[in-house]
């Protein structure tokens, strides 16, 4: 009952400022949209759309099989795991976390793997770091890679780490380690046709639903900021940050960041503090994703019985690892000269299909090493 009153609460107020302030619900649901257009409708439709089509056509259920004895030594987790490791790691929020719930809602793997899963393998893509934030938002596309260094490989230590103290604690679920993995193909499949409809449909849907969430957390961050409700955020997180040596002025942007991604990270580079310090706050933004990411999050977790504690433990400590790693990585990586950033973001219809191209290479690797090993696995059995 008590969610339920504070949720009633919100909205309340929610709906209360934007009667009060229509100009400024218009302006931040305008830069909500203006992202999700620019940014993550070109960088997450293709990956919706494929990965829809190979869990509804069984490509899951080979994959797990083959790969099964890499995916439980490595990460305590079942070979069907390796899928949502590859479009999670190659694609960006949240389609790990819809994957995870997938594969859970197939009975693929129990409710403590899942949230294992959906923990590490929910990332910012590489077109939002290489291109969005490195040349769109920074003006250097020479940042790219070190953004992307700490932040894939924040997160895949959290993903050995997790694993590792499951294993320690006892938790090691093997149950399903060698059920069947994959949604299962049935007697007289439906036509390619009707299931490209189908995923694009699917996709589609999850799409609006993050750009509604985008939209509404713009209105939220330009209310708060109006009614100064945002300066008592960035008080709180001065308590945690001001020791650490980040600037002051990086806090506005911090506690934007702690909302909403996109408009974050852009606040961020367009703070007046050193490069070092926006790089250290864009990795702690990105590892953290964003109140928007966690509700997007929410949206595939419930239907699968999944929690949202374990998704939101797990970004806090993403973003704190992607941050120390980016300060460690700048003591030996050369930084570019200070650059204005371009107006609009270049080619990233052109860059999904490469970060597409680049997770379906992924995909037949895993699967490629899962057939190497498959004597060895026979011989063992």
């Given at each position: ?10 909205t309340l107020i929610?709906v209360a400022?934007?009667i ?11 830069m ?6 620019q940014?993550?409708?070109?960088s997450l ?13 069984g ?5 797990g099989l083959?790969?099964?004895p890499v995916?439980?030594p ?8 390796s ?6 790691y ?8 819809m994957?995870?719930a997938r ?10 793997e ?7 393998t929910?990332n ?13 938002f920074?003006?250097?596309p020479a940042?790219?890679p070190l ?13 050995l780490l997790?694993g ?5 604690l006892?938790?090691d ?8 993995a994959g949604p299962?193909?049935?007697q ?12 694009v449909r ?16 713009g ?5 708060l900021?109006?009614?100064?409700a ?7 997180l001065g308590?945690?940050f ?7 002025a ?8 702690l909302?909403?991604l996109?408009?974050g ?11 070092e310090q ?7 933004i990105?590892g953290?994703g ?7 999050a929410?949206?595939?977790l419930?239907p ?24 460690l990585?700048?003591?030996?990586w050369?930084?570019?000269a ?7 973001f ?5 860059a ?10 992924v ?7 899962g057939?190497?090993?498959?004597p ?5 059995n």
């Open positions: 009952m008590a969610p339920r009153i504070l949720w009633a609460a919100g929610l400022g934007m009060l302030r229509p100009k400024s619900v218009y302006e931040g649901a305008s909500g949209l203006s992202l999700w257009w940014v993550v409708l070109p439709l293709p990956f919706f759309i494929v990965s829809e089509l190979l869990l509804n056509l490509f899951v259920h080979f994959l083959l790969l099964e995916m439980r490595v990460f305590r987790l079942p070979g069907a795991a899928f949502g490791l590859a479009i999670g190659t694609s960006g929020y949240p389609i790990g976390a994957i995870g594969l859970r809602q197939e009975g693929l793997c129990t409710r403590e899942a949230e294992h899963l959906v923990a590490f929910n910012a893509s590489p077109l939002f770091l290489l291109v969005a934030v490195a040349v769109g920074f003006g250097q940042l790219g953004l992307a260094a700490a932040h894939y490989t924040a997160n895949l230590t959290l993903g997790w590792w103290s499951r294993a320690f006892g938790s679920s093997r149950s399903l380690s060698v059920r069947p299962r193909v049935p007289k499949p439906a036509p390619p046709g009707q299931l490209l409809v189908e995923a699917r996709a589609l849907d999850g799409l609006l639903a993050i750009g509604g969430f985008m939209a509404l957390c209105v939220a961050i330009r209310l900021t109006v009614a100064g945002l300066d008592l955020l960035e008080g709180a308590w945690l001001l020791p650490l040596g980040v600037d002051r990086l806090l506005p942007a911090l506690a934007a960041g909302l909403e996109s408009i990270t852009r606040l961020v580079t367009q703070t007046p503090v050193p490069l926006q790089l250290t706050a864009v990795a702690f990105t953290w964003g109140l928007s990411v966690h509700l997007q929410a949206a595939f419930h699968a019985g999944l929690r949202l504690w374990p998704f939101t433990l797990a970004r806090l400590l993403h973003g704190y690892l992607a941050a120390l790693y980016t300060g990585l700048q003591a030996w050369p930084l570019p200070a650059g204005p950033p371009p107006a609009a270049p080619g990233l219809w052109a999904a299909a490469a970060d597409l191209a680049r997770g379906l290479a995909l037949g690797l895993l699967a490629l090493l057939l190497l090993l498959l060895f696995r026979r011989q063992k």
